[in-house]
């Protein structure tokens, strides 16, 4: 008998904006540029906004996908995927982790397969279509992701969706749409991390002095804010002067 044919190993999903890793605009993860020397504002705001597309990059950055195993073969997933969403039983929470290993592992029109199912079968959970908005994400189709967030947050106001909404505007350059979802991102869970501190890098887009250290502080102090948080803290109030600072809070 012939040898069955293995199936390929997986490869992780990646927004529509992802730069190659390594490449032109790809966090830096550890180094911290020295910022004993003021920069101009306008070089700290185009960096700022590159750091968080950057970073944005991965698909779990809200922090929001269930935790799964995205080793388990396409057959396995497919086959359990199958028996979560039969009409006879309904596995919600197991079609969503299906979806997420199936996404995490770049099987997109499986996972996009998983989360619209939940969508449907789960008409008042948030989650199946804000994974699907990320699925969409991933497959480069930014409108359809936008109607799916959009779909999550008539469900049920989430910090997570308005967080995904405020990086699809910023990059779509309007940055006056991302501040107010990342601002509603904060308003609605302070303890948030990942929301405080995409709203604390809105601010500083706009030059919001007292907005931008106060939410990214507390990015920082709520733990598990990107590496250059800080970094772009001290950048902002050395661009700015600090002559200018109270003026400008």
């Known amino acids: 008998l012939a040898e069955a044919t293995p199936e390929p190993t997986p490869t992780a999903a990646r927004p529509p904006w992802a730069s190659t890793p390594g490449g032109p605009g790809a966090p830096t993860a550890t180094h911290n540029p020295p910022t004993n020397q003021a920069r101009p504002l306008t070089s ?73 199912g939940v969508a449907d079968d789960a008409p008042r959970d948030w989650r199946g279509p804000y994974f699907a908005g990320l699925t969409s994400q991933a497959q480069g189709d930014n409108a359809r992701a936008r109607t799916w967030f959009i779909e999550a947050v008539s469900r049920e106001a989430r910090p997570e969706p308005y967080t995904s909404l405020a990086i699809l505007d910023m990059n779509d350059s309007d940055m006056a749409a991302a501040s107010i979802d990342a601002r509603k991102a904060a308003a609605i869970d302070p303890t948030y991390e990942p929301g405080r501190f995409v709203a604390g890098m809105m601010d500083l887009v706009q030059t919001n002095v007292r907005g931008a250290e106060r939410n990214l502080e507390a990015a920082m102090a709520l733990g598990g804010a990107p590496s250059r948080t800080e970094y772009f803290i001290n950048a902002l109030q050395q661009s700015v002067g600090e002559a200018a600072l109270p003026s400008l809070r």
């Open 44 to 116: 700290v705001i185009a960096e700022a906004r590159n750091y968080v597309l950057g970073v944005s990059q991965d698909l779990n950055f809200t922090r929001a996908l269930p935790g799964a195993d995205p080793n388990q073969s396409t057959s396995t997933l497919q086959a359990k995927l199958n028996n979560q969403l039969s009409s006879h039983n309904v596995d919600i929470e197991g079609a969503l982790r299906t979806g997420s290993a199936a996404l995490l592992s770049g099987r997109l029109e499986l996972a996009a397969n998983a989360f619209r």
